[in-house]
């Protein structure tokens, strides 16, 4: 079987359940949207958008509140553009007001970090506010390809620090951690910025939009967990499509208080499974 092109969402989702893999990128069922993901397209394209400020009228005095304005006007604009997919959601009009509310709340804290470091960088570095901003503003959204290692990612952020490569990504979970599933995206990212630019990124971290940055620094290791995950999803899924060989790991990420896998109905993880016959679908 062909290499399958897989990226750091596919790979973690093999290691959380071999079988919600299948259904997704084998099967290719379609998966439920959620207030979670399309608030997480809204937060990304707010901060991605938010850069291309013109910044010719900022001054020392009103680039706090030209920020503080443009990324809420930028906000508005995101979730009116996403109203589409936010009224297909089974999700009653307060609800719709707290995330809005609260993704605001998120961005504003993301600004007061961002003007924080332009303070620093003006002070220091002794320049204007509009060279300061385009020091600060990242590479956005770059994809990385690698043929070699038939993987593909999306990153949200590149910034140079002094002589340093940083890697960026933003989050908006409630969990200020890192967590094994974090880690290897970030590993990834590292791996493939190294085959692009022959060298590795000095830092990755994440932006918890809540919290704070949370940078990790990149060293061997991390970037022989990448290859390793990596080629060990390729082992399997060269080798196999067949449903037995994806088994169902179940755990309270089946179904919670407040939600469910999208596949829960097909994969019935607490019922007993039927043999079959190398049948991809006769165990759905
Ligand atoms: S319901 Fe549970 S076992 Fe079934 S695919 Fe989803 S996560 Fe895996």
Known sequence: MPKRVESPSSINTFKQCARKYYYQYLLKLPTLPNIHQIRGNIAHE??????EADVSSFTSENY???CRERIQSLLLQSWKKFQPKLRGLPLPPDQERFYFEETMLMLMN???HFLQDIQKVMQEKNLPVQEAFKLLT???EQEFKSEAYSVRGFVDAIRQVGEEVHIIDYKTNNSFEFKDSIKLQLAIY????LEKNGKAPNKVGIFFLRHKLKLWPVDENLLQLARREIELIHAHTSLTE???DYPKTVTPLCKWSSGQCDFYEVCRPHEKEIPSTNNLNSNT
């Open 190 to 193: 590292s791996l493939l910025y």
């Open 46 to 51: 707010t901060l991605e958008q938010f850069y």
């Open 242 to 244: 067949d449903v037995k």
């Open 64 to 66: 706090m509140g030209k």
């Open 110 to 112: 993301w600004t007061t």
């Open 138 to 140: 990242p590479i956005r």
